[in-house]
């Protein structure tokens, strides 16, 4: 097939070639968005009087009724055209004839692939944010109900300091409205128009792309045509946003997966997001948070092939830029299922929280209190630090915690420890002490949480 370029050719396209260049089997996904910008162009061609209006009526008709017998079913995405935008082309000309050939002037497919595709990004920007914003939703849920559900800290997976499910889960929070925010950004950065650039060069004819740009809710209009048809940095930028989006959801997932172990008990997964084994009749697995945390890697292998596709290409448009799309739908797709599945997930997980109350008391997580008691007494604190120490070994050795230890034990450790000290290291005075911002104290909780609340409005 010699379809689009006619005249300079005198052979069809080898099969083979055509079935290694053609791009429609994936990119008939932007056929809405094809639709949209060439209505925009033609009204624009009209309004310019490059083209009659009754020229843009009937084109803009041939196209909706194109758009509303592919959605009908009445049209196949059949693989006899090279891309979306000569299948559509194809289909106005059979439909209205010598109108349909007019479509095209002044543009390029390398300018409409650039707008196609901006104006996916663009919708499917969106669509992610208001699934991160359900997940906050759900977030939000359960750190308004655990301020008070003490659990261990860990660092380097040891038992550190005793915080709360409010706090801990305040932290992946902080992350989802980051992520939001990157989002955000990039929109800002990415919403020009980059149609009117032509093949790379601009046009002759008196476009108006401002116009156009405002038609289809942009910004403005890109400034220069060769980077406008060569720029993929938004998919790029985009593809990076999703990459630390899953890392967030995968780092969730570790922890819901190791919560979720036997030897933990810190949670309980709802059945309806769990899975059997096909032998072993006790187990409940945690397929959905593994799926998630092992999903990240096709995400990140997106990002890695998008910048080693574009790394070597000259100005302006060439063809391995087609390389885009598949990556880019398939993160897309992978990310809003792992943003939703995850959201139901934690919607309907159970805390034990006794388990991790005990867990918080075990461990030790009391000893920084406990060296910051002597340290009110008039201990330096690095002979604090020593004391509790020696204190921790004693423990270990007798197989006891701290607050097991009677007074004169203690004693015979420090004689500055009294009675006090067992008020002083306890799981709520640890916790809710810990009032400076950002901590996990009730009331520096209940601080953050009135952010979130605003933010999620
Ligand atoms: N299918 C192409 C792509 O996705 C459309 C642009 C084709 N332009 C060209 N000069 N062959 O990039």
Redesign the pocket.
Known sequence: MAGLWGGRFTKNTDDEVFAFNE?FSF?HRLFDKDIEGSIAHVKMLAKQAVISDKERDDIIQGLKKIEDDVHSGEIAFLPEY??V?SFVEAHLIKLIGDAGKKMHTGR???D??ALDMKLYVREEIGSIDALLCELQKALLDIIEANTGTYMPGFTHMQKAQPVTVAHHMGAYMEMFIRDRSRLKDIFARMNYCPLGSG?LAGTTYPLDREYVAKELDFAGATRNSMDSVSDRDYVIELLSALSVIMMHLSRFSEEIIIWNSNEYRFVELDDAYSTGSSIMPQKKNPDIAELVRGKTGRVYGALMSMLTTMKGIPLA?N?D??E??EMTFDAIDTVKDCIHLFTGMIKTISFNKDQMAVSAMKGFTNATDAADYLVKKGVPFRDAHGIIGSLVLYCIDNDKAIEDCALDELKKISDVFDEDIYDAISLKTCVDKRTTKGGPAPDSMNEAIKYYRDHIK
Do not use: F, G, I
């Open positions: 791009s990119d090279e891309d935008h390029s497919r390398n409409q692939v093949a448009y063809k830029m087609q885009d799309k």
